[in-house]
């Protein structure tokens, strides 16, 4: 195959995500979002990602990462809008985000941090009916020649390792 053909180069061996990518099916089947279900659970939360609970909203690691330490703020109670949260879950939520960067620049001392949100199926939203807002570390450079010409992103550290640094970097607010 040559390198201008499509799907030259799709693959890098990686054989320690199988378990990652595995486990991310492994939520008891049920009603609900994948963010309902995922509380819902009774799995411990080093097995769920779940980094933080507040009283309205959590934060939990991207199972699908843009970078290492990618993480998402989520009201526990699913909303497809931002207007649709009750004032109490809003204040938490943006609080939350707050907390989440700080636990990132503690936890890489990135470049930068992206926050953002994708509201609805056609702005990218992969839960459409449970808004979740992105903290991800940036770092000048972090965009290579793998991801530009393969589409392909190579992770460097595990979901386990992330998880771990970003539960011990989280600011101290008396909840875990």
Known sequence: MGRSEPGWLDRIWAGWRQ??????SELPPGDGTLFERLLTSGLPDDETYIIWRGETCFAVL???????????????????????????????????????????????????????????RAAGAGIPGHLHVHCLPRWAGDTN????????????????????????????????
């Open 19 to 24: 378990a990652y990518v595995t486990g991310a």
């Open 62 to 120: 991207n199972l699908y990462p843009y970078t290492s330490g990618h993480l998402l703020v989520v009201p526990m109670r699913p909303v497809e809008d931002l207007a649709d949260l009750a004032d109490d879950e809003s204040a938490e939520l943006w609080q939350a985000v707050e907390l989440g960067v700080t636990a990132i620049r503690r936890a890489y001392d990135p470049d930068g941090v992206n926050v953002g949100l994708n509201l609805g």
């Open 145 to 176: 020649f793998t991801t530009t010409v393969a589409a392909t992103r190579v992770m460097p550290e595990p979901l386990d390792e992330s998880w771990q640094r970003l539960r011990e970097s989280w600011p101290d607010t008396g909840r875990r």
